[in-house]
């Protein structure tokens, strides 16, 4: 069995997995939500004290699992570093105590590997849009070593533009879950939020000039009357949500007609979206492309992503021990 830890930013989370079957023998996660939810963000300092907590928790009831434990992967980047290292000293310890490999993991090819969990098979090629709150991107994995970023936001990310609106409307911490729900309960896009990068023809993302736009329009109805209406606040929901996921269809449509697609997946926390699902899904359809999607729980940061990656990237190594 391979043991996996994760704590990049405010989840504390640790997993055991099958290194034979790819069975998931143990998974847990300690979410910080709630502890940051009234600074309106996660709090590096906070998020480091808690995972110092969390994870020795979670670990100590798995204490009867050790001695199956062939080898330790964690995330190592990118993430919050003070929350990182948590993990990574925790790792180390247990690999040094146990004379096992230590294998380091990156976070974003992490949520790759979400698409395999408790799945025996690997599938490359893969086209994937990773939409989480620190990434936008669309990247390629093609084999164990060959995965490749195709492009990126120049500055906010899809989920974090989702929590940047949040906070605007005082809808607390995470924002994304909150903001799709709102968007939900209204029956119009009223606002008429400017696409982002409409005339760049690269396939890059931006997500600060909306989250501008977005701003610019509260503060308008907020002269008109200081606390928002709840009708507004689902339509301003709405129409930034409408937009964003404009963007990103704008951009996978130009990337589909670049590429022949016979795989593409979404995976990272905001592809728990079901709007951004929907549309993806229609491009797929017509694109005549399979659509992979992560099960729900793993679309958000998770030791069991970690623990699948490891093994997929590091065979050799693993089926040796
Ligand atoms: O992958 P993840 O757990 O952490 C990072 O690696 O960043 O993603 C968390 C992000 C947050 O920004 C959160 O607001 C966003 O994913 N998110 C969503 C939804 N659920 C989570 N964004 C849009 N719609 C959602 N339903
Ligand atoms: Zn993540």
């Known amino acids: 069995m391979i043991l996996s830890i994760e704590s990049s930013c405010d989840d504390s989370s640790v997993a055991v997995t099958s290194i034979k079957t790819k069975q998931l023998i143990f998974h847990k996660k300690i979410s910080q939500e709630e502890q940051h939810n009234k600074y309106e963000g996660v709090v590096p300092e906070l998020a480091s004290r808690l995972h110092a907590q969390n994870l020795p928790q979670i670990l100590k009831s798995i204490t009867h699992l050790l001695p199956s434990i062939k080898a330790v992967a964690v ?4 993430g919050l570093k003070v929350s990182l290292i948590q993990g990574i000293t925790m790792a180390k310890a247990i690999a040094i105590t146990l004379n096992i490999p230590y294998i380091p993991i990156n976070h974003l090819t992490g949520h790759i590997f979400s698409l395999f969990i408790e799945k025996e098979k690997t599938i ?11 990434h936008t991107q669309i990247m390629q994995i093609h084999s164990q070593t060959d995965i490749k970023t195709i492009s990126k936001t120049l500055d906010d990310s899809f989920g974090e533009s989702f929590d940047k609106v949040a906070k ?23 606002y008429n939020f400017t696409v982002p990068m409409l005339r760049n023809k690269s396939l890059n993302f931006s997500y600060s000039g909306l989250k501008q736009g977005v701003k610019v329009q509260i503060e308008k109805l907020k002269q ?6 709840k009708t507004q606040i689902q339509d301003i929901c709405a129409s930034f949500q ?14 589909f007609s670049q590429n022949k697609i016979q795989d593409f997946a979404i995976v990272g926390g905001a592809s728990a979206n079901k709007s951004l699902r929907q549309s993806i899904e229609k491009i797929c359809k017509t694109q005549n492309t399979k659509l992979h999607l992560c099960n729900l729980q793993y679309c958000s940061d998770n030791a069991a ?3 699948r990656a490891a093994i997929a990237l590091h065979d050799d190594l693993l089926s040796s021990l």
């Open 242 to 255: 409408f937009t964003a996921i404009k963007h990103i269809e704008k951009r996978l449509t130009a990337y």
């Open 305 to 307: 992503m970690i623990g």
């Open 168 to 190: 605007m409307l005082g809808l607390g911490y995470p924002g994304g879950a909150t903001v799709e729900k709102y968007a939900k309960q209204s029956t119009q896009i009223k």
């Open 224 to 229: 008109e009357n200081e606390k928002l209406t």
């Open 124 to 134: 490359y090629p893969m086209h994937i849009l990773l939409a989480s709150g620190g």
């Open 75 to 78: 995330t190592t980047s990118p």
